[in-house]
């Protein structure tokens, strides 16, 4: 049966993958709640660049970002999808390169990662994994939202529109 | 027409009661004089087909009535169903004109309720005898898209018929020999009738099915744990039979064992007793009297005009305030104090003009309910609570399909056959409950069960497998962490799966309609005690009349609220005060902004006019500039949820019929 | 040789999710395609040993592929996978000449159970 999870130190997670410019990432699958393809994103104005605007999923509004532009990294093309990550009760769609596949390593497998020279990823990465001849970036899903999260504050809060308004 | 419906509506409601007190003449008469009343107009109108349909209907009341027929369940389903034709029949005359149903098959099924009671006998003997080989299968396939149509089951004790001639079987094939097949299913397998299905077409092939316990009827329902039995006629040796079966996946374990003919009778013999209590509850009489409520119809288009003036209004009082603020004058501000909070009381009460009792859409689901446990061979009591709670139209009409799906759900999941539950030693008769309540600025709709529960252990090992949750999170199941995992998209079954269960909206599709209205759902389970579903939801939705413009490929909205008028600007005419753009409109001086200037779009200068939207708050004025005028439209705001929130110049969202975002401009913001 | 599988999803994370599962117990996935026109385009082309198809499709649905398929080739080799409460899609399915089928969410070890009984048969 190896499809059975292992007790302890072999505890297996499962992983999605996906392209980014010339680097190979994953994320968590239990992460992920469904890749979409491109669809058409409402562009949202005074926001950071990496906030690509939003897109109706199913009635809601879901914010996309560009993860390439989230990372400083450039985009390598590709047939781009947007990976709908949930964590709590916050969602964001990040538009990616190219999804490869879904793989499981056993989390004893992830090793701590290197210090990389760009601060702004230093939090949203958790480790690497090292495949065979492939080397995958490992993100924390939970820093790369608050990341996006934190942009805003600038500006005000009040948005209420005039008509539903009373004051 | 609208007092047939009154009568309809009468009838359905006693039927349902009857239902449950078949006992209770003054319901029966109840139902006698509404399909009396019913015939009665529909002669004065010249309806042959209604006035022969509810004639027939009378003619089994008065059975009931004089005990000349019993009130089987059946009987009520045949009711049911000539009270269905009756109502669409009435639709139909309402539409156009016109009766438009063929009334055939449902008079056949009510005569021939009424004929064997004639002759002396057991009454409604319309046992639907199977043809002369009691297995008619492969299981009967349902054609996807065909109408859910529930037969008459078999009056309770008649699936004890007696076991078929053997010795004749097996004379009428030589060489062959008659074997017991059991078999017991993975306990884990999901889509166990499908699975039942391949066991019997492989047996099939290699021999014939001759009787199965449980029924077939409960086999394709799913009404049996993970075991059932086969006799099947075979010339093939048991060994080939069982290594064929184990080639099936999720079969755990077959035993073929030979039968001789006198082995087989006497296990008949054995179980051709086992009557069944049919057990009735007899509730409190609860006659169903119409309620009445005193009321005006007022056409939707005249109460939009209204929500539009009181946004008008809104707008001038915040000007008539600052007016007085600025001249000073005692009386001018005690009266523009006391304006300002009449016009908040109008826009409240006209808010609540949009707001409908949800029984509107609750007096649907007893019968829903009702026909999907009958089909499903389940005992149900089904209560609604809060039926006079009131709730915006819209979100109302939202949430009709995920309610059905919730119910459903209910009847499915949530309840267990009368057989386990006595083992369990909960009532026969399941309870479901639809309960709607005010929280606060909330109402809570909440689907009950008393079942099972949601296997949360189960849940979670099948998450972890599939990896929907890590590992970590599997250690602290909890019912946040459960709701997740329910409403995934891989876990959940798709939308687009129509027409097999109704409409098969998953529990991820349940939960995105709520969320998309501003609500939340949640989830209680406990194990053997239930599961309840609630859905929260705001009191109104966010609706406003808003303009919708489009610049540079994207649409906005300016809620209409904000806007004075629109005109069409010359570029030429656009004068510069203090580096500021500014037009002239009848000797006002009003600043100018260009839309896709000021969100960073590229802009093309043009030298041919272009639209203008002036919009005022107060006794500020602002022109924005944009491209094209596309119209007035209601639209539902959305909140753009929490990355989003507090963006400079963009107050909300709104979905477009086209399934396309549309921001909604803050235009307060742009006066700063 | 491995035996080879051809996936048919619309869902590109169902797909990666049952190749996932086919990797690790050492079965070739030779092709993917997102509904049932594509299905029989690549059956044609690649002759899997064995295809995992989906139901409910755009353009053609699984039921339909199905009943091409097995026009053009009656000895392939399909399972369904369902979701709950498509019991009756899955009968039609198995009527039309599907072998098998495996729902979702997808258990590895039940998934690699049908597989490999499919293929031995």
Known sequence: MEDVIRQGDEEEIRLVAFQLGREEYAIEVSQVREILNMVDVTRMPNAPAYMKGVINLRGQILAVIDLAERLNIASGGGDRRIIVVEL?????????????????????????????SQEAESGMIKGVIKLQNRLLILLDVAHVLSAVEDWRGASGTDGQTAASDSE | MAEAREHLEALNRALLDFEKNPQNEDLLTEIFRSAHTLKGMSATMGYE??????????????????????????????LFRCFDTLAEMVRNIDERDVEGVDTAAALGEIRAVVEPAQPAGAPLTKKRE???????????????????????????????????????????????????????????????????????????????????????????????????????????EAQELKSALMAISEIEAVRVGEVSPEEHEEAVARTATSPREKEREEGPAVPASPMKTQSVRVNIARLDKLMGLVGEMVINRTRLQEISERLQDKDLKETALFFARLVSDLQDEVMKTR????????????????????NKGKEVDFAIEGREIELDRTILDEIS???????????????????????????????????????????????????????????????????????????SPGLDALLKILTHPGF?????????????????????????????????????????????????????????????GEVYALPM?????????????????????VILVREETIPLLDLAAMFGLNGNGTSEAVPVVICEIGRRSVGITVEELLGRQEIVITPLGPFLKGIKGVSGATILGNGQVALILDVPSFLD | MAPTVLIVDDALFMRM????????????????????????????RLSPDLVTMDIVMPEMDGIEAVKQILGKDPGARIIMCSAMGQQPLVVEALEAGAKDFIVKPFQPSKVIETVRKTLEE
């Open chain 1, 88 to 116: 709590g009760e916050n969602k964001v769609g990040m538009i990616v390169d190219y999804v490869s596949e879904v793989f499981r390593v056993s989390a004893s497998s992830v090793e701590a990662s290197p210090v990389f």
């Open chain 2, 49 to 78: 087909g209604m006035t022969e349909l509810a004639h027939e209907m009378e003619n089994v009341l008065d059975g009931l009535r004089a005990e000349e027929i019993k009130p089987a369940p059946a009987v009520v389903d045949v």
């Open chain 2, 130 to 236: 199977k043809p002369a080989e009691p297995a008619a299968l492969p299981l009967r396939p349902e054609a996807p898209g065909a109408p859910e149509r529930p037969e008459i089951p078999q009056p309770a004790g008649a699936e004890t018929h007696p076991g078929p001639d053997l010795s004749a079987l097996l004379a009428a094939q030589p060489g062959a020999r008659a074997y017991r097949v059991d078999i017991k299913l993975d306990s884990h397998c999901l889509l166990k009738s499908v699975r039942v299905f391949m066991v019997f077409k492989k047996l099939g092939q290699l021999g014939e099915i001759v009787q199965s316990e449980p029924s077939v009827e409960d086999l394709e329902d799913e009404k049996f744990e993970d075991q059932f039995q086969m006799l099947v006629i075979s010339r093939k």
């Open chain 2, 355 to 374: 707001m409908v009792p949800v029984e509107q859409i609750f007096n649907r689901f007893p019968r829903m309910v009702r026909d999907l446990a009958r």
């Open chain 2, 401 to 475: 399909d995920p309610l059905m799906h919730l119910l459903r759900n209910a009847v499915d999941h949530g309840a267990e056959d009368p057989a386990t539950r006595q083992m369990l030693g909960k009532p026969a008769r399941c309870q479901i409950s639809l309960r709607a309540r005010r929280d606060r600025d909330q109402v809570s709709i909440e689907v009950s069960d008393d079942g099972p529960g949601i296997d949360i252990a189960r849940v979670f090992e099948l998450a972890l497998q599939t990896g929907l949750v890590s590992p970590e999170e599997a250690r």
């Open chain 2, 492 to 552: 959940s079954s798709r939308e687009e799966v129509s027409g097999v269960s109704g409409r098969g909206v998953g529990l991820d599709a349940v939960k995105s309609k709520v969320e998309s209205l501003g609500g939340s759902l949640q989830l209680w389970t406990e194990e053997s005690v239930g599961s309840t579903f609630a859905m929260k939801l705001p009191l109104t939705l966010a609706i406003i009349e808003a303009l919708l413009v489009a610049s540079r």
């Open chain 2, 561 to 581: 609220g904000t806007v004075r008028e629109t005109v069409m600007i010359d570029p030429f005419s656009v004068r510069r005060v203090r580096g500021r753009e």
């Open chain 3, 17 to 44: 999710m049952i190749k996932d599962i086919l990797k690790n117990a050492g079965i070739d996935v030779v092709g993917e395609a997102e509904n049932g026109l594509e299905a029989v385009d690549k059956y044609g």
